[in-house]
């Protein structure tokens, strides 16, 4: 089961896979199944800002469909490349978008585009 707000083209999962390096979240997201056999991604950096500004109604429907809401603790990995040793990350309590190198962890939350 997924989510995504009105106005959104893509879909959410219910929940985190926990907090990991780049590679570990990247093969994560891909072996993530969506509804039996849809594959999931890691969010790009656009993806993680509209999940920002459309977090109030993601959380309303995750938490009312058994979902979890969103770590306010950390960030979020995104596949959009800063350079060619990092990524950009999301947080989700301030949305800054600073990056973070690949062997650093944080949350990852897998996407289903349509």
Same mark, same amino acid.
């Given at each position: 089961?997924?989510?995504?707000?009105?106005?959104?083209?893509?879909?959410?999962?219910?929940?985190? $896979?926990? #907090?990991? %390096?780049?590679?570990?979240?990247? &093969?994560?997201?891909?072996? /993530?199944?969506?509804?039996?056999?849809?594959? =999931?991604?890691?969010?790009?950096?656009?993806?993680?800002?509209?999940?920002?500004?459309?977090?109030?109604?993601?959380?309303? $429907?995750? #938490?009312? %469909?058994?979902?979890?809401?969103? &770590?306010?603790?950390?960030? /979020?990995?995104?596949?959009?490349?800063?350079? =060619?040793?990092?990524?950009?990350?999301?947080?989700?309590?301030?949305?800054?978008?600073?990056?973070?190198?690949?062997?650093?962890?944080?949350?990852?939350?897998?996407?289903?585009?349509?």
């Amino acid at each position: 089961m997924a989510v995504k707000a009105p106005g959104m083209n893509f879909y959410v999962a219910m929940k985190d $896979l926990g #907090t990991m %390096n780049w590679s570990n979240a990247k &093969s994560s997201c891909q072996n /993530y199944s969506f509804c039996g056999n849809l594959k =999931g991604t890691l969010p790009t950096l656009g993806q993680l800002q509209t999940m920002y500004k459309n977090k109030s109604s993601l959380e309303s $429907l995750l #938490t009312l %469909n058994g979902g979890k809401e969103f &770590s306010t603790d950390d960030y /979020y990995w995104s596949s959009t490349i800063f350079n =060619g040793e990092a990524h950009y990350i999301v947080s989700m309590s301030s949305g800054d978008t600073p990056w973070n190198y690949y062997d650093g962890t944080n949350y990852v939350r897998p996407v289903f585009a349509f």
